[in-house]
């Protein structure tokens, strides 16, 4: 790796309900963005909040998409509360409307960064792209484009994709709706060719002043759901789905995944013995003591170890005597990347005990293989 190079394994992503969350402040984020428009490298940027969380349990092809992620700050005030909950040591909320406000309001190395606006609804990528380039900032909209109100299918037409690559854009900021945006992205990532990309969606309704954001102190109070239900009134039937959704998931993952947490305490300050085997292409990393993040660091240098020589890597959990959010955050890193590279990621000896872990992070997908067929191999939503 390069110096000042970051790979997937540096990320420090933690665990949150089976979700890929990375602890990072704004500037971190500013930091990534920047690096991967000088470098023209991948870097697929979700901003995960409770409806992401929602659609998270109840479509498989928007978890794989969220799975694919390169960087998944906390978006919603209710992610940072579950991550404060369950001792993820975040410290701030990272709102995709706020990235767009600090790049607009910041000067990169260099030039400015170039953004591509994309969706929302009639006249609302056009507005934002004019008010955004009224004024010399941190950002330049190279083009915008309204699909109108299509299939993510139809939205994957050739002229739309080569519209946004002839751009040479930096950035593409996408407003579909959160699964279709998501969906969108991940299924053409193959063809898109502008270095960043996410969904920030209504940041492009807030640029255009077509809606108004929630004073700082209802955002900060995690109170913005009730200024977005005054301003659009629709979404109230949403924001009563993702909070019942909330509220059950609090009921049979949060509450007994802390319950279990104290019981188990003392198991968590055991030292941890990392052993590394590579033989024909196979990796075996067995691993003893307390998968924590107290001693992550050395488990994370065997997973990059064995991603760099290995077809297989088989992870064997027998003799570990407990495990957290931010072990389990990297063994979603590292299945991510086995799906990009068609390598394989086999758990093995999983007690009942780490099973019932696991399960209650919402992670049971990692007892069962990847899924080929279903994308978690493209390049994507990657780098």
């Given at each position: 790796?390069?110096?000042?190079?970051?790979?997937?394994?540096?990320?420090?992503?933690?665990?949150?309900?089976?979700?890929?969350?990375?602890?990072?402040?704004?500037?971190?984020?500013?930091?990534?963005?920047?690096?991967?428009?000088?470098?023209?490298?991948?870097?697929?940027?979700?901003?995960?909040?409770?409806?992401?969380?929602?659609?998270?349990?109840?479509?498989?092809?928007?978890?794989?998409?969220?799975?694919?992620?390169?960087?998944?700050?906390?978006?919603?005030?209710?992610?940072?509360?579950?991550?404060?909950?369950?001792?993820?040591?975040?410290?701030?909320?990272?709102?995709?409307?706020?990235?767009?406000?600090?790049?607009?309001?910041?000067?990169?190395?260099?030039?400015?960064?170039?953004?591509?606006?994309?969706?929302?609804?009639?006249?609302?990528?056009?507005?934002?792209?004019?008010a955004?380039?009224?004024?010399?900032?941190?950002?330049?909209?190279?083009?915008?484009?309204?699909?109108?109100?299509?299939?993510?299918?139809?939205?994957?037409?050739?002229?739309?994709?080569?519209?946004?690559?002839?751009?040479?854009?930096?950035?593409?900021?996408?407003?579909?709706?959160?699964?279709?945006?998501?969906?969108?992205?991940?299924?053409n990532?193959?063809?898109?060719?502008?270095?960043?990309?996410?969904?920030?969606?209504?940041?492009?309704?807030?640029?255009?002043?077509?809606?108004?954001?929630?004073?700082?102190?209802?955002?900060?109070?995690?109170?913005?759901?009730?200024?977005?239900?005054?301003?659009?009134?629709?979404?109230?039937?949403?924001?009563?789905r993702?909070?019942?959704?909330?509220l059950?998931?609090?009921?049979?993952?949060?509450?007994?995944?802390l319950?279990?947490?104290?019981?188990?305490?003392?198991?968590?300050?055991?030292?941890?013995?990392?052993?590394?085997?590579?033989?024909?292409?196979?990796?075996?990393?067995?691993?003893c003591?307390?998968?924590?993040?107290?001693?992550?660091?050395?488990?994370?240098?065997?997973?990059r170890k064995?991603?760099?020589?290995?077809?297989y890597?088989?992870?064997?959990?027998?003799?570990?005597?407990?495990?957290d959010?931010?072990?389990l955050?990297?063994?979603?890193?590292?299945?991510?990347?086995?799906?990009?590279?068609?390598?394989?990621?086999?758990?093995?000896?999983?007690?009942?005990?780490?099973?019932?872990?696991?399960?209650?992070?919402g992670?049971?997908?990692?007892?069962?293989?990847?899924?080929k067929?279903?994308?978690?191999?493209?390049?994507?939503?990657?780098?």
């Amino acid at each position: 790796m390069d110096e000042g190079e970051i790979d997937d394994l540096s990320r420090e992503v933690y665990c949150i309900l089976g979700m890929p969350i990375d602890v990072i402040d704004m500037q971190g984020v500013l930091s990534r963005i920047y690096r991967a428009a000088a470098k023209s490298s991948d870097l697929f940027l979700s901003t995960p909040n409770l409806n992401f969380l929602v659609n998270f349990y109840s479509d498989l092809e928007f978890r794989d998409a969220m799975l694919l992620s390169d960087l998944s700050p906390a978006d919603g005030m209710p992610i940072v509360w579950l991550a404060r909950v369950l001792g993820v040591p975040i410290k701030e909320r990272v709102a995709g409307s706020d990235i767009l406000v600090a790049l607009r309001g910041s000067r990169g190395p260099g030039r400015p960064l170039k953004l591509f606006l994309f969706g929302g609804n009639e006249g609302v990528a056009e507005a934002a792209s004019d008010a955004l380039n009224a004024e010399q900032n941190g950002v330049v909209c190279v083009g915008w484009h309204f699909p109108g109100y299509r299939s993510v299918e139809e939205l994957g037409d050739d002229l739309i994709i080569d519209a946004i690559n002839s751009s040479k854009a930096d950035f593409l900021v996408v407003c579909l709706g959160s699964i279709k945006g998501q969906l969108w992205l991940k299924r053409n990532a193959e063809k898109i060719r502008v270095p960043i990309r996410s969904h920030l969606g209504a940041a492009l309704n807030f640029e255009a002043g077509s809606v108004k954001r929630a004073p700082a102190i209802m955002r900060e109070l995690g109170l913005e759901w009730l200024w977005r239900i005054k301003e659009e009134p629709y979404l109230w039937r949403r924001y009563c789905r993702d909070g019942g959704v909330l509220l059950y998931l609090l009921c049979i993952r949060v509450a007994p995944l802390l319950i279990y947490k104290k019981l188990t305490m003392k198991d968590s300050g055991a030292s941890l013995v990392v052993n590394l085997e590579i033989q024909d292409g196979c990796s075996r990393i067995n691993i003893c003591g307390a998968a924590t993040s107290k001693n992550i660091e050395e488990i994370i240098e065997a997973f990059r170890k064995s991603l760099s020589n290995s077809k297989y890597i088989v992870i064997n959990l027998a003799d570990i005597s407990t495990m957290d959010a931010r072990f389990l955050g990297a063994l979603l890193v590292v299945r991510k990347m086995v799906g990009l590279n068609g390598s394989e990621m086999i758990l093995t000896g999983v007690s009942s005990k780490l099973e019932r872990i696991i399960r209650l992070n919402g992670a049971d997908f990692l007892l069962a293989p990847i899924d080929k067929s279903s994308g978690a191999n493209e390049k994507g939503a990657a780098g």
